[in-house]
């Protein structure tokens, strides 16, 4: 029997600083409420999608960092997305900023939960490729990932989604070929990013006109070369000053893009993903069984000489 996967990408234009979360998971309930309106099983929403993406300030003080993290998921604030992802029988994928004290100490993650159409929770991924730095310096734009989160300790982990393989992966984890090859490894047939890119970089501008093609460039390649599917959803517009990218999309393990947005706004796009495609595709190029041999990287290893 052929299998398809309903995926809705939900943009959200940008969530300022001043939004409280009440009104920001309100913006979330809307946007899943379309996506089942078109019959999505599955949304996916940006990084950072409870809150501004506050890496682009320098702060000191604990009580004004945590105020953008969560310590308990679903919280007071956010169980409504849960309960409406039951109520309308469709899971999702939420970025948020985790505060975990379980083991006595404080860490703070990247992290991205994924959420099944009953409303509970099947599994967790902590951002791996932490960009940026722990201080602002001149000349760069401020980008603090590093001072405000540890590294994810997860792994790349892949989830039974409804009998479908998910993976998750956060913003710049979406540019290093590893996070495909190790969720593709895992056995992903979907792949799900969330995130927030800056239109502008101070340290780059002649790169600037690139922005777009390096967003998509090396999802469509991670696709293709891993034969998954991608769904990518951005935060967009001006947040707090700063102008995101956008440009979410979902692409097809031929690297095509299947469908993209049209705004830098709350939007949703949704694509029947065809699961067989992956096996096609897999015909073609990309039979890892056949040929990603122990033997063959032996060569390869040899041959590149001494690093
Ligand atoms: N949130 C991110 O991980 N942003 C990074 C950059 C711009 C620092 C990105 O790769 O989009």
């Given at each position: 029997m052929a299998r398809h996967l309903t995926i809705a990408v939900c943009q959200t234009g940008p969530i300022q600083r001043s939004a409280t979360r009440a009104e920001t998971v309100d913006r979330l309930v809307a946007l899943l409420e379309r996506a089942a309106a078109a019959k999505a099983e599955v949304a996916v929403f940006p990084e950072?999608?409870?809150?501004?993406?506050?890496?682009r300030w320098e702060m000191e003080d604990d009580a004004e960092i945590e105020a953008f993290f969560e310590e308990a998921m679903p919280g007071q604030e956010t169980r409504r997305l849960y309960e409406a992802a039951a109520a309308l029988k469709i899971g999702f994928a939420l970025g948020y900023s985790e505060l975990d004290r379980s083991s006595g100490k404080t860490r703070r993650y990247n992290t991205m939960d994924l959420v099944g159409p009953d409303g509970k929770f099947i599994g967790r991924y902590r951002k791996m490729h932490i960009p940026g730095g722990t201080e602002a310096s001149a000349g760069t734009t401020t980008h603090l990932e590093r001072r405000y989160f540890e590294l994810g300790d997860l792994g790349f982990p892949v989830f039974d989604y409804c009998g479908v393989r998910v993976g998750l992966a956060l913003c710049n984890d979406r540019r290093w070929p590893e996070t495909y090859r190790m969720l593709g490894l895992g056995g992903a047939e979907v792949v799900l990013i969330g995130y927030n890119t800056p239109l502008l970089l101070d340290e780059a501008p002649s790169l600037g006109h690139l922005r777009m093609f390096h967003n998509h460039l090396p999802m469509q390649a991670g696709a293709y070369q891993n034969t998954v599917w991608v769904a990518a959803a951005a935060k967009a517009g001006n947040e707090d000053g700063q102008q995101l990218i956008g440009g979410s999309c979902i692409i097809a393990p031929t690297g095509e893009l299947a469908a993209q947005v049209t705004s830098l706004d709350d939007e949703v796009i949704v694509h029947r993903a065809d699961l067989d495609l992956i096996a096609v595709c897999r015909k073609v190029n990309f039979d890892f069984e056949l040929y990603r041999r122990p033997d063959q990287y032996r060569l390869i290893a040899e041959r590149a000489g001494p690093l």
């Open positions: 950072m999608a409870l809150t501004s993406f506050f890496p």
